[in-house]
C-alpha cells in the first residue's frame, strides 16, 4: 500500500478523533477579554451533537468556560482504585428528591419579533440551537396571553368594552402571524414533548378598577360576579383559540406578578391580586371554568411572583380546600431572591405542599435600574443563571423558565424601554444572532436532564465553609446520571466523582461549567 493508500486509510481515523460528525465549533466574537459571544448566520452555526450516552465504564463531559470553551466535549474512564482527592462528591440515589418538569424560555411577542426579522436559515439555526437535538432541547415555553411590556403597545383579545360573552375575543396578528407560525416550527424540529404554558398580564381594561392596562388595578366587583366569570371565560377562550390552530397547552399561571397591580403607577400591563383575591379567583371562577370545559387537563400554577410571598401566599390559596383542588403547582421568579432566601420561602412551602410542583418560571439579567440592559458576552451573567437554576433544583424546584428567547441589541422592543438582557441576542440589521454564555450555562441543564429525571444525592467527602463548588445530580429517566459541577472561582478546583462505577478524577477549572453524564451499569 502506497503512501497515498496509507493516508486515504488513516485521514477519516484522524479526522474522526476531535469530535463526532455533525458538532460545529463556535464561531468567536470578542467584545473585550473574556468577554465572548458565537456568531450564527444564514450560513454557519455552532451546533452539537445529539447525546449518546458513553459505553459503561466510561463517562463523557461537556465544559463551557470564561476561557472560551463552548459545551465542549470529552470522555474520559471511571478509576477503579485511585488516590481520592481531598474532595470526592459521591452519588447517592438512596436520597430521591424532585422530579424535573423541565427547562425554556419564553415567546414573548418581542422574542417572535426579532427571530422572525433574521433571513429564513438564520431563523432555522436559531430555533434549532433552543429547540433540536443539535441544540439545548428546551422542552418548557411560556406564552404572554396578549401583550406585555415586550410587546409593541398595549392590547387584549377583547378591547371592546362590557362584552360579557367575549363575542368579540380574537386573537391578534402577533399569535397568528408571530408566535404560532414560531411555536410550529419549533414543535417540528423537537424530539422531546414541548410543554406551553401561558400567563396573562392584563384583562381587558374595561373589567379593571383602573379602567387602565397599566397602573395600580384589580378585576371590578369580587369573586362570583360577571367580571370575574368573564375574566375566567377569557382563559378558556385563549385555549380554545389556540387549540384551533393546533397548539395545547400545558398549564397556565392565574397571572403574572399579581402583586404588581397592587403597585401606585405600575408601568406596564398588569391585574392586581391578593393572595386572598387569588384563592377566592380560582375556587370560585377560574377553577370551575377549566374544569368545566374541554381544557380540563391543562394545569394550574398560581403565585408567578416573587419567592418572596413564600410560603405565605401558598399557604392562603392551598390551605383553602376549595381553591387547592384546582391548582397543581406554584411559580416564581427570581428577581427579589436576594431579600427572600430559598431556605425561607421555597423549603417550607415544599415542606407544606409538597403534592404541588414549584417552577422557576420566569428570570432574566440586567433588569435592575443600576444595571446594563445587554452586556455582551457576559460571563457573570451566565454564573448568575447557573447560580440560581442550582440553587433551586437543590431545594425541590422542577424546572426553570427564562424570559425572553431573544432580544435585539438594545435590549427589546419593549413599549415601556424595560430592556433586559437575553442568552440570544439578535442584530436585525445584519441578519445575525449572538449566543451569549448565558444560552450554554442553560443548556448544562436543559440537554441533559429530560423531563421525568429525579434528583439524587450528590454528597461531599468534606464540607469546607467556603466551598467554592456548586453541584446537583440527577438520575435520568434512561438510568443515566447527570452531575452539573459549577465553579465561580478564580481557582482551579480538583475533585473526585464518585459511583458505583468507580470514580472520575476532575477538575473544574476556573469560571467553568461541566456536565458529567454516565450510565450505572
Excluded at 26 to 55: E, I, M, Q, W
Excluded at 154 to 167: G, H, N
Excluded at 279 to 300: E, K, M, Q
Aim: glycine share 8%; proline share 5%; aromatic share 12%.
Amino acid at each position: 500500500m502506497g503512501a497515498a493508500g496509507a493516508l486515504g486509510w488513516l485521514l477519516p481515523l484522524l479526522l474522526a478523533v476531535p469530535r463526532a460528525a455533525g458538532a460545529r465549533p463556535c464561531s468567536p466574537k470578542y467584545f473585550g477579554r473574556d468577554a465572548v459571544v458565537c456568531v450564527c448566520n444564514a450560513t454557519y452555526c455552532d451546533t452539537l451533537d445529539p447525546v449518546v450516552l458513553p459505553a459503561p465504564g466510561t463517562y463523557v463531559k461537556y465544559e463551557s468556560s470564561k476561557a472560551g470553551k463552548r459545551l465542549e466535549r470529552s470522555e474520559g474512564s471511571f478509576q477503579r482504585s485511585l488516590r481520592a482527592p481531598d474532595l470526592v462528591l459521591t452519588v447517592d440515589t438512596t436520597q430521591r428528591y424532585q422530579k424535573v418538569k423541565g427547562f425554556g424560555g419564553a415567546m414573548t411577542d418581542a422574542a417572535a419579533i426579532n427571530i422572525l426579522s433574521l433571513p429564513e436559515t438564520a431563523r432555522d439555526h436559531l430555533l434549532r440551537s433552543y429547540f433540536s437535538e443539535e441544540g439545548l432541547e428546551y422542552n418548557l415555553v411560556r406564552l404572554p396571553m396578549a401583550s406585555c411590556d415586550f410587546s409593541l403597545y398595549a392590547y387584549t383579545y377583547d378591547d371592546v368594552p362590557f362584552d360579557y360573552e367575549l363575542t368579540h375575543f380574537s386573537l391578534r396578528d402577533e399569535d397568528t402571524k408571530l408566535k404560532i407560525p414560531l411555536l410550529h416550527q419549533a414543535l417540528a424540529m423537537t424530539k422531546r414533548p414541548l410543554s406551553l404554558y401561558a400567563s396573562p398580564w392584563t384583562s381587558p381594561a374595561w373589567m379593571k378598577t383602573s379602567e387602565s392596562f397599566v397602573g395600580k388595578g384589580t378585576l371590578k366587583g369580587q369573586a362570583g360576579d360577571k367580571y370575574h366569570k368573564t375574566w375566567a371565560n377569557y382563559f378558556v377562550r385563549f385555549l380554545d383559540e389556540y387549540a384551533k390552530h393546533n397548539l395545547t397547552f400545558w398549564a397556565v399561571t392565574a397571572e403574572n406578578e399579581p402583586m404588581a397591580g397592587l403597585i401606585n403607577n405600575y408601568p406596564f400591563q398588569c391585574l392586581g391580586f391578593t393572595a386572598e383575591q387569588q384563592r377566592d379567583f380560582i375556587a370560585r371562577d377560574l377553577g370551575p371554568a377549566l374544569a368545566n370545559s374541554s381544557h380540563r387537563d391543562v394545569r394550574l400554577i398560581i403565585l408567578d411572583d416573587n419567592r418572596l410571598h413564600l410560603p405565605h401566599w401558598a399557604k392562603v390559596v392551598l390551605e383553602d380546600e376549595e381553591a387547592a383542588r384546582y391548582v397543581h403547582g406554584i411559580g416564581i421568579h427570581w428577581y427579589l431572591d436576594f431579600i427572600g432566601p430559598i431556605q425561607d420561602t421555597v423549603v417550607p412551602t415544599h415542606e407544606l405542599f409538597p403534592d404541588y410542583f414549584i417552577l422557576g418560571t420566569e428570570a432574566c439579567t440586567g433588569s435592575g435600574f443600576w444595571e446594563r440592559d445587554v452586556i455582551l458576552g457576559c460571563w457573570e451573567r451566565g454564573n448568575q443563571y447557573s447560580h440560581s437554576i442550582l440553587t433551586n433544583l437543590n431545594h425541590f424546584v422542577a424546572g426553570w423558565t427564562d424570559w425572553n428567547l431573544a432580544l435585539n441589541l438594545e435590549g427589546g422592543p419593549n413599549w415601556v424601554k424595560n430592556y433586559v438582557d437575553s442568552p440570544i441576542i439578535v442584530d436585525t440589521s445584519e441578519g445575525i444572532f449572538y449566543k451569549q454564555p448565558m444560552f450554554y450555562h442553560l443548556g448544562h441543564f436543559s440537554k441533559f436532564i429530560p423531563e421525568g429525571s429525579q434528583r439524587v444525592g450528590l454528597v461531599a467527602s468534606k464540607e469546607s465553609k467556603k466551598m467554592d463548588l456548586e453541584y446537583t445530580a440527577f438520575l435520568r429517566p434512561d438510568g443515566a446520571v447527570a452531575v452539573v459541577v459549577l465553579n465561580r472561582s478564580l481557582q482551579n478546583i480538583t475533585f473526585g466523582l464518585a459511583d458505583t462505577v468507580g470514580l472520575i478524577a476532575a477538575v473544574a477549572p476556573a469560571s467553568s461549567i461541566q456536565t458529567y453524564l454516565w450510565q450505572r451499569q
